[in-house]
Nanobody, 124 residues
Framework: QVQLVESGGGLVQAGGSLRLSCAAS????????MAWFRQAPGKEREFVAA????????YYADFVKGRFTISRDNAKSTVNLQMNSLKPEDTAVYYC?????????????????WGQGTQVTVSS
């Protein structure tokens, strides 16, 4: 069982930055692939970024490439999402997820454990 707790969301102006963190419980954090998804009001949940287990190859949705960076600290059992050059369309609830390494890393079905989400609001 893995419990995930997100933090770092908030209100920021367009062009600003936020850093989301996700703290995981459990002793086997490094063996999990981790990901961030987001869901805006009235829209489906969508993939944002993922990082494979251990050393962690990273993957990004096209709409965040060059702006967001996912990273993990296995010693602290945390995964982070550094978000720069934020746009109003980035406004959403951001969810942290944990699962197994997979070639379909963008699919929510890969991830067994989910956090409660943290709100990110970007004003224009």
């Amino acid at each position: 069982q893995v419990q995930l707790v997100e933090s770092g969301g908030g209100l920021v102006q367009a062009g600003g930055s936020l850093r989301l963190s996700c703290a995981a419980s459990g002793r086997t954090f490094s063996s999990y692939a981790m990901a961030w998804f987001r869901q805006a009001p009235g829209k489906e949940r969508e993939f944002v970024a993922a990082i494979r287990s251990y050393a962690g190859t990273t993957y990004y949705a096209d709409f965040v490439k060059g702006r967001f960076t996912i990273s993990r600290d296995n010693a602290k059992s945390t995964v982070n999402l550094q978000m720069n050059s934020l746009k109003p369309e980035d406004t959403a609830v951001y969810y942290c997820a944990a699962g197994s390494d997979s070639s379909i890393y963008w699919s929510a079905s890969v991830y067994r454990y989910w956090g409660q989400g943290t709100q990110v609001t970007v004003s224009s």
